[in-house]
Structures are given as structure tokens and as C-alpha cells.
């Protein structure tokens, strides 16, 4: 919350950092913690997750990215995209399927690829609306070898961390970011209506009521968000079994409030809000982001309804 108020960019990097280093150390062998998660808890590496891949949207879950065993490791080759930090960590929890038909617990696996890996590429960094000054990028994983400690838990066995840390991590920071967003765009609505003196008839806009009474609305909708966010992730450290379905609830809240909150802000500063540079022009530009981050705010929904009618998340 606290980065995203000042930068969405540097919230959402260091949120993608601590969602892989948080897979990577869920169940570590005593070498992967020595080799990937010491330097992580040193301050010298910088992790990510890598899930998405072109043309599967929301179904993350079903990856095209090959694990294919080896005597002495695995081999992996296949694409992923909109990786974060895509280019500068040092490690990427990369997700696979196994070419074992029979793997006991599935096919679903990840695997940590260390950046200076032999068959790693690197696509350009993407553009966007906002959010630029996360490095994004695709990365080409051509028959990169690895050795077997690079497995994370039993393979197959993945699904379990996606939902039970992935997903939760994941949720939590990102309403996190969004959240830090409308507390900015509250304060610089705030101090305008403050600051600026209506010459006609010598007041500030702080003394009209209107504005006054859609102030106090803003301050009410980031606040109900907020409580929405810490009951959530206060019901995950409690180990709470409906904690993922108010993580959701509070991703989609946040996502649909952000918006409408950083609007609101632009319409009471007027047209200097709308200039490049402003940082209420970059707030709306971040805050476009809340809906589509994986995964999407409809996604999310349908999630939840499934969970509260006690069917499965995911369809094949």
C-alpha cells in the first residue's frame, strides 16, 4: 500500500518478488534454500513468477510450457509473458507441464530458472497505458537444461502452491498497490480544495458543500476498501478455510473503487489533472490495470461464486 502510493510500478515489482520468493521457500529442500532463497533474504537477488503464456487468458493452469525429464534433471521449452521484472531478477518460478503422463500427482510443476540459464532469450520490453515502469517482457525458454534440485516440491504437485500461495500472495499485494493508488488520489484531491481560492468569490473549493460531501464520499469508499483488504489478508494469517474467497472479494472491490475513486479526483482538480506529468494522470493510467491483472476482475467473480457453491475453481 505504502509504494503504491507513491509509484504502482515499483508496488507491483516488489509484490511479483516476494509472490515467487514466497512459492520457492512454501516447501524448500535444504539446497534450494541455500541457493535461491539465501540470496533473496540477503537483499542481492530479485525473484519473480512466471505463469502466463499467450493465448491461454485465465487458464494458467493448463501451460504449454514443456518439463521434460532427464536422467540427471528436467529440460524446459516454451514461452511465457507479461513477466514481471522480465530481464532484471535473478530467478523465475517458471510453471510446466510434465510430458509424464504418469507423474503421480498431476502434470502441473514449477521449476526455478536462474537468469544466466544456457537457451534463456528475452522478447522487448512491452509498452503500455500505465504501469511503465515495470519492465515486462517475454521470455523464450528453449530446451534450457536444469538440474532435478530445480524442481519446486514433487512434480505434478503444483496447483496446491498456486492456490494456497500463489493466489493469496498474489491477491494481497496487488489490492495492496491499488489501494495505496486511491489513498494518493484522496490526498491530492484534498489538498487542492484546499489550496485553490475561487477568485469570483474568495473562497476555497474546500468551503463549497458539494465538494465537501464528495470529499467525505472518496474518504468513505477508500476506507471500506481498506478494511475489506486487511479483514482478508488478516483471514489468510489466521488460516481462515474461506480466506482465498475474501481475497478475492477485496481484489474485485478494490479493482472496481480504484477507478472510480481516481475519476473522482480528476474531476475535482480540473483540467491540470489531465496534463502528462500530473500524477493524477498516471494514477488513472496504473489504476486501468486493477481489472486486468491476472486474473481478471470478471475471472475473479465467477471464481468466487464457484467456491461459494462449493464447486471447483478451475474447468478444464
Given at each position: 500500500e505504502i509504494l503504491g502510493r507513491e509509484c504502482a510500478s515499483s508496488a507491483i515489482c516488489f509484490g511479483m518478488h516476494s509472490v515467487g520468493a514466497s512459492v520457492i521457500s512454501a516447501n524448500p529442500s535444504t539446497e534450494?534454500?541455500?541457493r535461491f532463497i539465501q540470496p533473496i533474504v540477503d537483499g542481492k537477488h530479485i525473484t519473480t513468477l512466471s505463469l502466463s503464456e499467450a493465448g491461454t487468458g485465465a487458464h494458467f493452469?493448463?501451460?504449454?510450457?514443456?518439463?521434460?525429464?532427464?536422467?540427471?534433471?528436467?529440460?524446459?521449452?516454451?514461452?511465457?509473458?507479461?513477466?514481471?521484472?522480465?530481464?532484471?531478477?535473478?530467478?523465475?518460478?517458471?510453471?510446466?507441464?510434465?510430458?509424464?503422463?504418469?507423474?503421480?500427482?498431476?502434470?502441473?510443476?514449477?521449476?526455478?530458472?536462474?537468469?544466466?540459464?544456457?537457451?534463456?532469450?528475452?522478447?522487448?520490453?512491452?509498452?503500455?497505458?500505465?504501469?511503465?515502469?515495470?519492465?515486462?517482457?517475454?521470455?523464450e525458454l528453449d530446451n534450457v537444461l536444469l538440474p532435478k534440485s530445480s524442481l519446486l516440491g514433487q512434480e505434478g504437485d503444483q496447483i496446491w502452491y498456486i492456490f494456497n500461495v500463489v493466489c493469496p500472495y498474489f491477491l494481497i499485494a496487488m489490492s495492496g498497490t491499488f489501494l495505496g493508488i486511491m489513498g494518493s488520489a484522496l490526498d491530492e484531491a484534498r489538498q487542492h480544495l484546499q489550496n485553490r481560492h475561487h477568485s469570483h468569490v474568495g473562497?476555497?473549493?474546500?468551503?463549497?458543500?458539494?465538494?465537501?460531501?464528495?470529499?467525505?464520499?472518496?474518504?468513505?469508499q477508500v476506507e471500506r476498501t481498506r478494511r475489506l483488504i486487511y479483514h482478508a489478508a488478516s483471514s489468510f494469517d489466521a488460516g481462515d478455510p474461506d480466506a482465498l474467497v475474501a481475497l478475492m472479494s477485496a481484489k474485485a472491490e478494490v479493482a472496481e473503487t480504484v477507478v472510480?475513486?481516481?475519476?473522482?479526483?480528476?474531476?475535482?482538480?480540473?483540467?491540470?489533472?489531465?496534463?502528462?506529468?500530473?500524477?493524477?494522470?498516471?494514477?488513472?493510467?496504473?489504476?486501468?490495470?486493477?481489472?486486468?491483472?491476472?486474473?481478471?476482475?470478471?475471472?475473479?467473480?465467477?471464481?468466487?461464486?464457484?467456491?461459494?457453491?462449493?464447486?471447483?475453481?478451475?474447468?478444464?
Open positions: 534450494q534454500a541455500s493452469y493448463l501451460p504449454q510450457t514443456r518439463l521434460e525429464g532427464r536422467q540427471d534433471g528436467y529440460a524446459v521449452t516454451g514461452a511465457k509473458t507479461f513477466v514481471t521484472n522480465g530481464g532484471h531478477a535473478d530467478s523465475y518460478v517458471v510453471s510446466t507441464v510434465s510430458t509424464d503422463e504418469h507423474a503421480p500427482m498431476g502434470q502441473f510443476s514449477c521449476v526455478v530458472v536462474p537468469r544466466d540459464s544456457q537457451g534463456m532469450s528475452w522478447g522487448a520490453r512491452w509498452g503500455g497505458m500505465g504501469m511503465r515502469g515495470n519492465s515486462s517482457r517475454t521470455l473562497l476555497t473549493l474546500a468551503q463549497a458543500p458539494v465538494l465537501q460531501h464528495r470529499l467525505g464520499q472518496m474518504w468513505a472510480s475513486v481516481v475519476n473522482e479526483a480528476m474531476t475535482m482538480v480540473g483540467g491540470i489533472a489531465y496534463r502528462d506529468g500530473s500524477r493524477l494522470h498516471r494514477f488513472m493510467r496504473d489504476a486501468r490495470a486493477s481489472h486486468l491483472m491476472s486474473p481478471t476482475t470478471d475471472i475473479l467473480k465467477i471464481w468466487m461464486g464457484r467456491a461459494l457453491l462449493g464447486q471447483p475453481l478451475l474447468a478444464e
